[in-house]
């Protein structure tokens, strides 16, 4: 969808290019998905340098909340730094420096140990994996994905992480809760996709709803009653256009299971009544497909 609304507006019509893009947007859940555990570390390694600083004070005033070890020895985060598949991944992506963004990790780090989260967890005398496993979920679900800051970062590094943001931090929840003090090698394939038939599909799709675009907004020109295509939204377009690609060329998803999804992507993405609109142009063209013996599917 998101590509399809950018090659309105460009002539590039090299389709190495546009499968470079596209394959962009699948890598990017990848890579924010590395950097949000890469973060979480950042945050420990932030931890341990503020617990040595606290303990050469000079002054003698020390802050039960820098001389607290739980953070910095959190078992869940250094089975992490110490797992070679983690730190192989990290290394690879080379996706963010944190010694460069300092003051984001500055920023974090604060506003965890200012929070009840951690006042209680700072009390724990002796901590274990899972107590450790609850606190990591905690500050991530409670703190990091809701600081302004951060999202701000997010936004401004990767034009995909914004969407991806929302999926990628159920994925990291989930791989924290099903980590076990054994090793990560079962989590962390990190596949794209579940199957290579869905591969197949996304690129199928991506590559039918290119082609036939163009043609695609003729058909919707056709049923758009008393409007003119240039006055609909664009992003209306593009979803009604997808959602014709994949229902006449892809035959082991239902018709109206297509529609469905379409509509509820179009109410994420458009206005409150782009759904309506697209169903109704959908079901149109879906009727006039079927009447001309174009559209066999159910």
Known sequence: MQYLYSFQFTENEDTKVHKKYFNDCFSSVNSLFIMLVSLIIELQNKSQKQLNISK???SGIQNKKYLSKNFSQNL????????????????NKNIVNWD????????????IINSGVYDKYILIEKSSFEIDKKFVSSIFSEIIIKNDIFYDFVQDSNIFWSDDFPFVNTLILRFIKSSKNDGFEKLLTLGLFSSKSDENFAKFLFESALFNHKSNLSLINKYLKNW?????AKIDL???SLAISEIVNIDSIPMKVSLNEYIEIAKDYSSDKSSFFINGVLDKICKDLKKNKKLTKE
């Open 238 to 240: 593009v979803l009604i």
């Open 56 to 58: 050469r004070s000079i």
């Open 100 to 111: 460069i963004n300092f003051k984001l990790i500055d920023n974090l780090y604060k506003e």
């Open 76 to 91: 869940l985060i250094k089975n992490w730094l110490n797992d070679p598949i983690i730190f192989e991944q990290i290394a």
């Open 228 to 232: 003119d295509v240039e006055r609909v």
